[in-house]
């Protein structure tokens, strides 16, 4: 049995200037906004080529605005991902060499943090290591 992770809630004080740093600064797709009762809100914002989106939670869980920590998302390039984000005014941190991966970090306006992983390099050195691996077992 598969199990998918499809919605996950950021906790944030105002949904609509949130919605405007996902949608029109970083570039997430407008899924729902839908006004249930004078109380709820739901507002699904999904990330570019992801299975995964986001809710924008003012009041769906006890969780403080900004208190959501290390969200992880893979990128195909820190540096071309720092550079947009820059460019749109984001404070963006990076890039973190790391040998798990290299790492762009930024935070939204109420500080729910967020880290952009590029696995390009060790996804190139593990093909490399298989192709290796391959040809001496052929040899």
């Given amino acids: 049995m598969d199990w998918k992770i499809e919605l996950l809630a950021v906790p944030v004080s105002d949904i609509d200037r949130a919605k405007a740093f996902y949608v ?6 407008a899924d729902y906004d839908v006004t249930v009762d004078e109380n ?6 999904t ?3 992801s299975a995964c989106s986001i809710v ?3 009041n769906f869980t006890t969780m403080a605005p900004g208190s959501l920590q ?12 720092l550079a947009q984000l820059r460019a749109k005014g984001v404070e963006a941190q990076g890039v973190d060499e790391q040998a798990w991966g ?6 939204d306006p109420d500080g729910n943090a967020w880290a952009l992983q590029d ?9 490399a290591e298989a192709a290796a691996a391959g040809a001496e077992a052929a040899g």
């Fill in 24 to 29: 029109d600064t970083i570039g997430f797709t």
């Fill in 102 to 107: 290299r790492f762009v970090y930024f935070k």
């Fill in 47 to 49: 990330p570019p080529g």
């Fill in 70 to 81: 290390g969200i992880q998302v893979v990128i195909p390039d820190a540096d071309e991902a």
């Fill in 119 to 127: 696995l390009t390099a060790i996804r190139a050195a593990r093909a």
């Fill in 40 to 45: 709820t809100r739901f507002v699904q914002l």
């Fill in 56 to 58: 924008l939670d003012l």
